[in-house]
């Protein structure tokens, strides 16, 4: 069987297509661009093939406002146009996908998931959206948000789950050591000015000569180096701070170097977030007003920006929005972090993860998680939306329970067994244990103790392998002193 996820606007609804047969189905469109996201799983009797095809209003999804090539890691340029790079696979809607995923260094055959997203612009009124199962073999099926996922019993909002097993907790030695051991990494990206990396030109996505240093890498390491606090780490942090201040769009706004020149609007929320969150540990460290001036400058763009369909995108600037309030007691701050958190959990199911398939991603998931907990450790005990942050909090901190694997590691993605570090959602859970006193420790020591995606000792790994790893080292690094 092959299944298939397709949320945009309005949901496609369940349905079973049979092989060379196609579904029209009509869906209500503003005008405006939307997201179409695909999730695609190969059962044994689909003959390794996938083939489908999209049409919106009778024109083929190929020619939707789609990019003409894409290369992904590993992969030979192919004629596009390809999916929004999302940590999954290439696969074409009209062909084979399986040679194609083999060449990605990210194939694994006991995985048999792909994920995709596509921008596609709807007419205002009613749209025509026809999905044709090419695939000679097997039926299609589409499954809506209600539908998908292999876990679909509802999850306790009301307390925590307990870990599968006892993991033992780690000693202050291992904790201290794998912290450095990452640091060591980051210092082989350090430019010498509070910056590390040299942007997704280090990345696995063909963007050669987008070289501007990730503002995320220098939030992270601004707010672990002040962490661990020793004078060589706490020299790093202050280089980053400084370098935090002279980054600053004039909006408030710190720009998502995606192309050279960095983009702001909507996708600025996410470096925004880790910017702001870090300058406010920048203040409390300090003391010095100019940090909690640019978390205010920040804090105001946030404010301000539409909230926005991305479910981690919101919880970015929830994360720093929710440290600023705990510095400035400023209750317009608290007010707007509340809105866009209200907003923003209209999209969590029964099970504590998101509806869309984007932010079912553990990754995603972490960085919901996280600024969930820091909301609510702020917000005071008689405030009128505490128990719903609280009950939201509690569900997804009980997914990622749910989804820890024997290894301590996590799911990728519900249903995938292959594992995964999960620095965000690690760090999200050291939190809760910290700041909203969650009996958790025994998932958390088995995160902690579990092994990292990449080893970051050896030569040949990725300048892309890590961003956040260094917080959550130095999050589990306090945690075991």
């Known amino acids: 069987?092959?299944?298939?996820?397709?949320?945009?606007?309005?949901?496609?609804?369940?349905?079973?297509?049979?092989?060379?047969?196609?579904?029209?189905?009509?869906?209500?469109?503003?005008?405006?661009?939307?997201?179409?996201?695909?999730?695609?799983?190969?059962?044994?009797?689909?003959?390794?093939?996938?083939?489908?095809?999209?049409?919106?209003?009778?024109?083929a999804l190929t020619e939707c406002d789609l990019p003409k090539t894409w290369t992904?890691?590993?992969?030979?340029?192919?004629?596009?146009?390809?999916?929004?790079?999302?940590?999954?696979?290439?696969?074409?809607?009209d062909s084979d996908p399986v040679p194609a995923a083999k060449e990605s260094q990210y194939y694994s055959p006991e995985i048999r998931e792909y994920v995709y997203r596509f921008s596609v612009k709807l007419r205002d009124g009613e749209n025509t959206v026809e999905v044709r199962n090419a695939n000679g073999q097997a039926p299609l099926r589409l499954l809506s948000s209600k539908t998908h996922g292999e876990e679909i019993a509802p999850i306790p909002d009301d307390r925590l789950l307990p870990a599968r097993k006892k993991w033992p907790r780690p000693a202050v030695a291992e904790a201290k050591e794998r912290f450095l051991a990452l640091h060591r990494w980051y210092e082989k990206l350090y430019n010498g000015d509070g910056t590390w990396g040299k942007g997704y030109s280090d990345w696995p996505?063909?963007?050669?000569?987008v070289t501007h240093p990730l503002t995320r890498f220098t939030g992270y390491c601004v707010l672990a180096y002040l962490i661990a606090g020793?004078?060589?780490?706490?020299?790093?942090?202050?280089?980053?701070?400084?370098?935090?201040?002279?980054?600053?769009?004039?909006?408030?706004?710190?720009?998502?170097y995606w192309t050279q020149d960095g983009v702001l609007g909507g996708d600025a929320l996410y470096e925004t977030g880790i910017a702001g969150r870090a300058l406010v540990a920048g203040w409390e460290a300090t003391k010095e007003r100019k940090y909690l001036d640019a978390s205010s400058k920040a804090a105001a763009w946030e404010i301000a920006a539409p909230v926005s369909p991305n479910a981690n995108y919101n919880m970015f600037a929830i994360w720093h929005l929710a440290a600023h309030y705990r510095a400035?007691?400023?209750?317009?701050v608290l007010d707007a972090a509340v809105r866009r958190t209200l907003a923003t959990l209209k999209g969590q199911t029964q099970t504590g993860?998101?509806?869309?398939?984007?932010?079912?991603?553990?990754?995603?998931?972490?960085?919901?998680?996280?600024?969930?907990?820091?909301?609510?450790?702020?917000?005071?005990?008689?405030?009128?939306?505490?128990?719903?942050?609280?009950?939201?909090?509690?569900?997804?901190?009980?997914?990622?329970?749910?989804?820890q694997l024997e290894s301590g590691a996590l799911r990728l993605q519900p249903s995938r067994e292959a594992p995964y570090h999960?620095?965000?959602?690690?760090?999200?859970?050291?939190?809760?244990?910290?700041?909203?006193?969650?009996?958790?420790?025994?998932?958390?020591?088995?995160?902690?103790?579990?092994?990292?995606?990449?080893?970051?000792?050896?030569?040949?790994?990725?300048?892309?392998?890590?961003?956040?790893?260094?917080l959550w080292a130095a999050a589990a690094w306090r945690r075991a002193r």
């Open 353 to 403: 993860v998101w509806s869309d398939a984007h932010n079912q991603k553990m990754g995603y998931h972490g960085i919901i998680l996280r600024g969930l907990v820091e909301l609510a450790a702020v917000l005071p005990p008689d405030h009128a939306d505490r128990a719903a942050v609280l009950k939201a909090a509690t569900r997804a901190a009980n997914h990622v329970v749910r989804q």
């Open 72 to 93: 992904m890691p590993n992969h030979k340029q192919h004629p596009g146009p390809f999916p929004m790079y999302d940590g999954a696979w290439t696969v074409f809607f």
């Open 230 to 256: 020793e004078p060589d780490f706490r020299k790093r942090a202050d280089e980053g701070l400084a370098h935090l201040l002279k980054e600053q769009d004039e909006s408030g706004a710190y720009r998502w």
């Open 422 to 470: 999960g620095s965000l959602a690690a760090y999200a859970m050291i939190e809760g244990e910290r700041l909203l006193q969650w009996d958790v420790a025994d998932a958390v020591s088995g995160l902690d103790a579990a092994p990292l995606d990449h080893d970051p000792s050896k030569a040949d790994t990725p300048k892309s392998a890590f961003d956040d790893a260094i």
């Open 328 to 332: 400035t007691k400023d209750a317009k």
């Open 1 to 59: 069987m092959i299944w298939l996820l397709l949320l945009c606007q309005v949901e496609l609804p369940d349905a079973t297509i049979e092989p060379g047969a196609a579904r029209t189905f009509t869906v209500k469109g503003r005008g405006d661009a939307i997201v179409l996201r695909a999730y695609l799983a190969l059962g044994a009797e689909s003959g390794g093939a996938a083939a489908m095809h999209v049409t919106v209003n009778g024109t």
């Open 205 to 209: 996505l063909n963007k050669h000569d």
